[in-house]
Nanobody, 123 residues
Framework: QVQLVESGGGLVQAGGSLSLSCAAS????????MGWYRQALGKQRELVAT???????NYADSVKGRFAISRDNAKKTVYLQVNSLKPEDTAVYYC?????????????????WGQGTQVTVSS
């Protein structure tokens, strides 16, 4: 089986920073896209940022210039540096990865989610 384990959330004042990380483990053959989504209370889950295995990045407009995504393929880990935080960034942040698992149909990458980590920004 595959697990995605996030860490690094917490409570921070507006303007502050946090570093989130998510490590994948299990019978992993390869990982294509890794990324972060978030879900605020009463709202739908939304894309924050994604990064491909060759480092191509995509950001939501609301976080461009403030958040930075990166990954370490050897460690099967994705990171999200969140800076200049605003109260509206408060949400549960979920790690996402498209993973080819040993024993699955050849080359098929399936989507997996982490359990989420809370980020709370106080004004």
């Amino acid at each position: 089986q595959v697990q995605l384990v996030e860490s690094g959330g917490g409570l921070v004042q507006a303007g502050g920073s946090l570093s989130l990380s998510c490590a994948a483990s299990g019978s992993i053959v390869s990982i294509s896209v890794m990324g972060w989504y978030r879900q605020a209370l009463g709202k739908q889950r939304e894309l924050v940022a994604t990064i491909t295995h060759i480092g191509r990045k995509n950001y939501a407009d609301s976080v461009k210039g403030r958040f930075a995504i990166s990954r370490d393929n050897a460690k099967k880990t994705v990171y999200l540096q969140v800076n200049s935080l605003k109260p509206e960034d408060t949400a549960v942040y979920y790690c996402y990865a498209e993973i080819y698992v040993a024993g699955d149909a050849y080359g098929v990458h399936r989507g997996y989610w982490g359990q989420g980590t809370q980020v709370t920004v106080s004004s």
